[in-house]
């Protein structure tokens, strides 16, 4: 009988430990809550824009393209101003000396096709 009674004793108390558990709470959680609830935001002045944002204005309205007085005349002073083929044959050949320049494109795709000579390798 004794056995019994421990055995009811030891019910009781770890009924009460497991409905205390149950009934804790989180008070930090609680505070933090009521805190979030109570808050509440100042309310803004309606010139609290003053000075930080800048008033919007129109840019200015840009002139349109006006054609020269003398066209005709800047035309022909361009034309003598143009350089020639044959002035800028004479200056990529003298800029690019010692260079395969003028060969044309055959002379450039054949090289480009044509065997790679591999270096020997001795071991």
Sequence with gaps: M???KFLRQVARSARTFSTTSIARKDLVQD???KELKAYKAPAAAKDAHVGVVKNFSLPAVPK????PVDLAAELTAYDATEPTKAEAEVTSSSVHAGEDVGKGAD??????E?????AEVHH
């Design 64 to 67: 349109p393209p006006t054609l």
């Design 2 to 4: 004794s056995s019994m």
């Design 107 to 112: 002379a450039f795709l054949g090289f480009l």
């Design 114 to 118: 044509a065997d790679v000579k591999q």
């Design 31 to 33: 505070l933090y809550v």
